[in-house]
């Protein structure tokens, strides 16, 4: 399970929650513009947008889980197991493996707008990186800086794009059925309640909160896409930089899976190995992980762009506690 999520307040956030078992290994990975991009079925890009991003890099190659791009379009896979569809090659479509689709869609468009222009084009092709990487059943938030997004899904009815109103994803259902679901708590608020169960009867407001009682808050996908996008929403707006980094991470955080309340196999605990955003008009890049609740910040070096090798920062993963005697 996993939780994606645009927060936009002057400058826009974009990022996610990896909730998972085990760890990939993965690192934060910066595509400078010249790397060359080889595709299975497509012709090599030489030049495209940088990208940073949360990658794993196998043979020089960054499989990016997510990542955002130098004009500030980000993009997340998160799991659709069941859902998910990918198609035998299609002679009359751009033919994109799904490890390639962060790259391809963030290498060459700047916005939503553009990446919905990309996409009427694309089929997601049922090919695996490599026997030991196996194709993972996945749909994407993408987000632009304006705060627009949108969802794109691969099912066997084709590649299904929605409008995102809400600006965030988590995993199954399909979308549709996710913001229908949506709909269910839409009484869910941070003012006090108004007795209108029985106007008669006197009902106290015994505690602060209460008008939040009926928000879900289990690690399932539907309780957290309904949380996230409550804290989201509501969110406040900061001042600064560094007011903005601490409460989108407060807003990613508010979905976080502690271990031990996720139980996947016997005995294993799925729980959330990092959280992540860009801050899409400068291009930092920001994470916290599960033992290191520090937030770290890798910048985009503007003027280093133009080079063909990845740049890879190791995640500091430590804890840090500031002993104070
Ligand atoms: C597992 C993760 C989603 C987290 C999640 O939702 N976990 C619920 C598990 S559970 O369903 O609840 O049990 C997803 C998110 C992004 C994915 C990588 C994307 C690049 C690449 C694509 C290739 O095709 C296969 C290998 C590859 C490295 C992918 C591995 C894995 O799939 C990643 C990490």
Known sequence: MCTSVIYTVGDAYFGRNLDL????????????????????????????????????????????????????????GLNFDGP????????????????EFVPYVLGQCATVAEAKKLLKNVSLININFSDKLALSPLHWLI??????????????????VYDNPVGVLTNNPEFPQQLQNLANYQSVSPANPENTLAVNLSLPVYSRGLGSHFLPGG????????????????????KTEDENVINYFHILHSV?????????APNTFEYTIYSDGMDLTTGTFYYTT????????????????????????????????NYQN
């Not at 513009?33 to 196998?58: C, E, S, W």
């Not at 705060?147 to 066997?156: D, F, L, M």
């Open 219 to 238: 690690m399932d996908s539907e309780s957290r896409f309904v949380k996230v996008a409550f804290t989201k929403e509501n969110a406040p707006v900061g």
């Open 143 to 160: 987000a632009d800086k304006s705060g627009a997004s949108i969802v794109v899904e691969s099912t066997t009815a084709g590649l299904n």
């Open 290 to 321: 599960y033992t290191n609740n520090q937030i770290n910040a890798v910048k985009m070096p503007k003027d280093h762009l133009d080079q063909d090798q990845l740049m890879t920062f190791d995640l500091q993963d430590k804890p840090t506690i």
């Open 21 to 76: 078992e085990v760890s990939f290994g993965q690192q934060v990975v910066i595509m400078p513009r010249d790397f060359a991009l080889h595709f299975r079925k497509l012709p090599t890009i030489a030049h495209h947008y940088a990208i940073t991003g949360m990658a794993l890099v196998q043979d020089n190659y960054p499989l990016y889980f997510d990542g955002a791009n130098e004009k500030g379009l980000g993009m997340a």
């Open 84 to 99: 998910a569809h990918y198609f035998p090659e299609q002679t009359d479509k751009q033919n994109v493996t799904p490890f």
């Open 256 to 264: 976080e899976q502690q271990k031990g309340l996720d139980e996947v």
